[in-house]
């Protein structure tokens, strides 16, 4: 036997010397390589395992529909569902919309008899678009731009009161533990000022008209902006203690001068 395939093997070699390159695959589908044999067994597993590749091919695509079908099954119940509510509202509404009208709560409205009032016409955008936008507004709608706006410039406002309040309550003079107390005040400053330049960048995204958009506030302008308030303030006080002892002073005068002038009409009269 092993001289046998010694032999076989080597006509095949004398073969594949002699045979065209080009023929020397055209069996088997090109697959394998080694001796006919070889390639024969090369060839059948490779076709045990394209039919495996088949088979669960074929089981993926089935679970696939039958997925898609259960799916759309489901979509159909939800919106018939969704029809039927809609529908089931629709009659409850225009039933009490009727059984008031036959009871006469519609009689008595304001402007009964007189046409209805137009709304003003805006010739840059589309007249339904301008009513429906005016409608929101006259029911206190507010888009959300002008919420996010109101709601930063609100901020910046009680963050300015609160560190010149801050300021305030420390005085003077600026003794180290006070200094050390107002490098806090301010490191906290400088963290809600970054939130609200965050929240400022969210608002630039989303507000339709460019030069409506906002700028960073800066943390060491707030705080310098801040100690020029509390050092006007503190002139205006001593303006007003200083006008206070002064008039102080004038009353103290007055009160000298008549009581001196009393007594000499006392004199005068003894």
């Known amino acids: 036997k092993m001289k046998s395939s ?10 594949k010397s002699k045979a065209p390159q080009h023929r020397q695959y055209l069996s088997f589908e090109g697959v394998g390589f080694g001796t006919p044999r070889q390639r024969e067994r090369q060839y059948m597993q490779f076709r045990v395992d394209r039919a495996a590749e088949q088979v669960m091919e074929y089981r993926k695509q089935k679970l696939e529909s039958q997925y ?43 402007g009964k008899g007189k046409p209805l009032q137009k709304f003003s016409y805006c010739p840059h955008i589309d007249p339904m678009t301008h009513n429906l936008n005016r409608i929101l507004i006259d029911n206190g709608y507010q888009p959300e731009w002008i919420l996010m706006q109101k709601e930063i410039r609100e901020t910046i406002e009680e963050l300015r009161k609160n560190i010149v309040a801050s300021r305030n309550k420390l005085g003077e003079p600026m003794t ?8 806090e005040i ?8 970054k939130k609200l330049n965050k929240r400022i960048n969210d608002f630039n995204l989303i507000v339709p008209i460019l030069n ?59």
């Open 68 to 110: 898609a079908m259960n799916t759309m099954i489901a979509k159909d119940i939800r919106q018939s569902k969704k029809i039927k509510i809609t529908q089931a509202i629709d009659r409850l509404v225009e039933d009490l919309i009727q059984e008031s009208m036959a009871k006469g709560d519609f009689d008595n409205l304001s």
């Open 212 to 270: 409506r958009q906002m700028v960073h506030f800066n943390a060491d302008k707030e705080i310098a902006r801040a100690q020029k308030a509390y050092e006007i303030l503190m002139e205006k006080t001593k303006t007003i203690d200083v006008d206070a002892k002064e008039n102080e002073q004038e009353k103290v005068e007055m009160f000298r001068l008549k009581s001196s002038f009393l007594k000499w009409i006392n004199l005068m009269l003894k």
């Open 6 to 15: 010694e032999s076989e093997d080597e006509e095949e070699t004398k073969f």
């Open 176 to 183: 180290p533990c006070r200094q050390k107390q107002w490098s």
């Open 186 to 193: 301010c490191e906290q400053l400088i963290e809600d000022i």
